[in-house]
């Protein structure tokens, strides 16, 4: 064995065999934000053989404040290239398996296949939900991470006969409902905490050592250091899934009208009849936004009559898409002269295009 | 009886923690199952009742609707985050 | 406020002016190793304006393990020159301050006195006693993590009113009492856990938000994720420490022949007589000894009379010259026709001279 | 009584629980302080006779030799540890 993983084979409780059982392992971390780098830097420090990075977001600013791994240099890069390139300096023996790609229902069960166990270091519900999914369909155990504030949850799902996400939360919250981690915030520190417990989580399932946290919710509270710890149990529906659902977006089922941004850039060039809409924070507006956008926080759209005043074309951009879909759907309902388009992929696809 | 409040629940209702009465001296009908509580909780608190997926957990177990709650247990509310 | 920022300062609970506090904050890390890095790169994220770095080891292969900011390029660097280096690609705007050295009774006052707060991320009881008491002496408040296998320890020491490190373990162990991380074994993703939570409580001290982890000590076991937190008081006497100790090495009274690694560089290429034992266990001796030296284990020293036969000076190395110091005692006690030498700071500083 | 081990405690004991008897039955004398659990474990696992600084906590509070223990205690030994 190795002498670079000295300090941990010489424990009694994990020794030269759990190492070589890391060292056999494929892993697969869904996200390459702030839940996902310190899982990476810890499960690659610690001799995971394969490593699959998954994610198609670049390097941005307001990145830094929690995704330790990414410098200022890095800032408009893909991060799984910058995640793939800092890994190998730091464990050259580690084999990477790049996915280009977000994980989306025609992908998933092809990629998680390959893999003993899948995190979840992602911020939304429909890949939560995904994941979960697709792993109960392939039988395989998922680490779940998920920030809210100054709060994390931690479980593994789906771990032997243990429960799944859906056992905890049958269905998927609708768009309004809970807050996403753009919306709401998280301390920077956050992340780091519970992503390291996530890595030790997958270290124990790997390595077969330890209690594994399965049937179980680990619920942290940074503000006042409290873990609580609920019990919950396998619901044998839970467990029945055998394919995936229909679909993952809670609005898929609606017609919203949408434009990529790639067409709306040549649609602004050509004419300068409409009015776009940017439906974030004042606080995210101001960060940064196109240079023709008004601010309309989502949760305002209702008194924007004003400024729709004799506009034939009505865009609306948000940071991520999802806040100016469900934005088009209010507008629509109140305004039936109007066309309105949501932009897909919002700022995050806008300032790739044009950093 | 204190309620711990998690992630949108605490922001919804400004605080970490939540009174609720129990006992009936004011002839208001008190909690005594899961469901009771989620009802009262919405009355004061309509914003709670937005959430489709909520979970309840009674002396740190998942509860169900029909749960019986009692003044002593340690009840906290617990809504999916989706933050990464 | 930067925009860099907005994730936190968007937090009802945190906002603008506890990100302004953390900007005019002064931190000092003692150590960056394996508590010291995840430490580091939160609170260097999250925008720490002053972070004081000491330490005075190289990067040896079994850090990477878990001292996730070196690469392989980086062994047998510096480690104060590395992390300054990736820290400030990380965030060009915090002032770093380095400090060459390791924390010694002859500097502690001084470096100390200019920081708000200290993150002991050391490695050793002496450290923690010195970082102890020069904080209550200068009336700073210290952040305190400690690991062992699977476990961990976090507080806050000496906040305001609260308890000291000496409240919990009035004395320092001695040295055959209570292993070492060297010694002992750590698993990787452990110091990162316990790290963030550190990096955690500072943020909290410094911005003066939430419940600070005073008074309570929070004992972290990963094989069962396991979370007790003990409530302890203050004890008066602790708090009126006004002077730093004689000494906080348990041996300096005893009189231990002692050579650094230089000279004994030079006598070896000159004197072929000698022998050279090699306190450290088998594991860790295979991982790197120098050509000439017969492996003893401290814990075998009393039987090693044979290989003694006929020689007048024996020369005795272990990791850091804790070991070889306690070995030298236990020899001279018991041949005493024999010159013996402790080798000080052990192969620590011989493969920093010839790495 | 269960004792949850920590840090070289649990290494010395090689587990990390301990069960002490609570009842004299055997004639034995049980602990009824801290310090009389100390001597009563010192004479089982003398290794630990070796510790100096040793926290005990009685029901998650640090207590002093003269803390009376009693059966339904949860009662931890948290030696120092000193890795980083």
Known sequence: ?355 | MTILLFGITKDIVGSPTLSVPTSNISGKKVPNTVKELKTYLGKNYPELNKLSSLAVAVNNSYAEDDTIINSYDEIALIPPVSGG
Chains 1, 3 share one sequence.
């Open chain 1, 1 to 355: 064995m190795d002498s670079r993983y000295i300090r941990q084979t010489q424990l009694k409780d994990f020794g030269p065999k759990a190492q070589e059982k890391l060292a056999n392992s494929k892993v697969l971390v869904v996200g390459l934000g702030g839940l996902g780098i310190p899982v990476l830097q810890y499960l690659n420090a610690m001799g995971v053989g394969t490593i699959g990075l998954m994610d198609q977001d670049a390097v941005e600013l307001h990145n830094l404040q929690r995704q330790v791994l990414y410098t200022e240099k890095d800032l408009g890069r893909m991060k799984l290239e910058v995640v793939h390139e800092k890994l190998t300096h730091q464990n050259s023996q580690t084999q990477f398996v790049l996915h280009d790609s977000f994980l989306v229902k025609s992908n998933a069960l092809e990629v998680i296949k390959d893999y003993d166990v899948v995190i979840d270091a992602t911020d939304n519900f429909p890949t939560r939900y995904l994941i979960n999914d697709a792993c109960v369909v392939l039988n395989k155990p998922f680490i779940y991470g998920a920030l809210h504030g100054f709060e994390g949850h931690v479980s593994v799902f789906n771990y032997k006969d243990g429960p799944t996400y859906r056992c905890l939360y049958p269905d998927m919250p609708g768009d309004e409902e809970v807050p996403n981690c753009n919306e709401n915030g998280v301390l920077g520190v956050v992340p780091g905490i519970i992503g390291t417990l996530q890595a030790l989580e997958t270290v124990k399932v790997l390595a077969e050592i330890g209690d594994v946290l399965s049937g179980k919710l680990l619920v942290f509270d940074g503000l006042n250091h409290q873990f609580a710890k609920i019990a919950f149990k396998t619901k044998v529906e839970n467990k029945a899934i055998k394919e995936l659902q229909e679909s993952y977006d809670i609005s898929d089922c609606d017609i919203v009208p949408t434009i990529d941004p790639e067409s709306f850039l040549s649609v602004r060039k050509k004419d300068g009849q409409y009015l776009l809409i940017d439906v974030r924070t004042t606080q995210e507006f101001e960060e940064n936004h196109l240079e023709d956008a008004i601010n309309v926080p989502l949760d305002q759209i209702d008194s924007c009559a004003s400024v729709l005043e004799k506009k034939n074309t009505v865009y609306v951009i948000c940071q991520s898409g999802k806040r100016s879909k469900l934005a088009v759907k209010k507008l629509q309902a109140g305004f039936h002269n109007v066309s309105f388009y949501h932009i897909s992929g919002g700022m995050n696809k806008m300032t790739s295009l044009c950093p």
